[in-house]
């Protein structure tokens, strides 16, 4: 089947031969439907790229926020384009597993921690029984790394009756938390190997826990 690049072309093709005879340029048909096919043209274009932007999957980064408006779900600070994306797109599925356990891992791997793990606190303190601690794992290329935007989503998808008491996050999130400061008052412990000597320890320190491999960070009592 032949393809067309425009409009005019395919009108101009369908006439019947005799009204195609002689050179295109002083065709009067052909100028007719050469200037008609310009406005189908546009239109055509419009068309896809109303689709397109209607689309979270191929909607252009200005887009985004428009559709995040509908959702009520602004971009959070340092949030990639993509990451902002995927986001949106998780939305549904956030919504309708919320305050369920696999909800809450809905979440973080919308924020790009798609290996997290979550534990019971009772385990360890058969007292607490309303409380869990979250593991966010290796995080993806997309991640969140402001760790009071990641508390504020959990806080709005767990079960009303859950506490969140503990983060166990990558040293990356970690430091940037430090940089953060008290949004959720954090206290963070940054563990770091057998050190030969105070100076070495010192010296660790200031990398910001470069020889350490996690860092946990305690909830605080909420009031």
């Not at 607490?128 to 806080?155: C, M, P, Y």
């Amino acid at each position: 089947m032949k393809q067309y690049d425009h409009f005019g072309e395919y009108m101009f093709d369908l006439l019947f031969a005799p009204l195609k005879k002689g050179k295109r340029a002083v065709n009067q048909f052909f100028i007719f439907f050469k200037v008609i096919g310009r406005i189908f043209d546009g239109l055509k274009e419009d068309t896809l790229r109303v689709r397109d932007e209607t689309n979270i999957a191929t909607a252009s980064p200005t887009m985004l926020p428009i559709h995040g408006q509908d959702r009520n779900m602004p971009r959070l600070t340092g949030e990639s384009v993509e990451g902002y994306r995927t986001r949106l797109a998780m939305k549904g599925i956030i919504s309708e597993w919320s305050g369920t356990r696999q909800g809450i891992l809905y979440v973080l791997a919308s924020l790009g921690y798609d290996h997290s793990q979550i534990a019971p606190v009772y385990e360890q303190d058969p007292s607490r029984w309303a409380e869990f601690a979250i593991n966010l794992g290796a995080g993806s290329t997309e991640t969140v790394i402001d760790i009071s935007k990641i508390f504020q989503e959990v806080q709005a998808v767990k079960e009303a009756s859950s506490k969140l008491a503990a983060f166990t996050i990558p040293t990356k999130t970690t430091c940037f938390s430090m940089q953060v400061g008290g949004t959720i008052s954090c206290v963070v412990t940054l563990p770091v190997p057998e050190l030969a000597d105070h100076f070495d320890f010192q010296s660790a320190i200031q990398l910001g826990g470069h020889a350490g491999i996690q860092s946990v960070i305690t909830i605080p009592e909420q009031k």
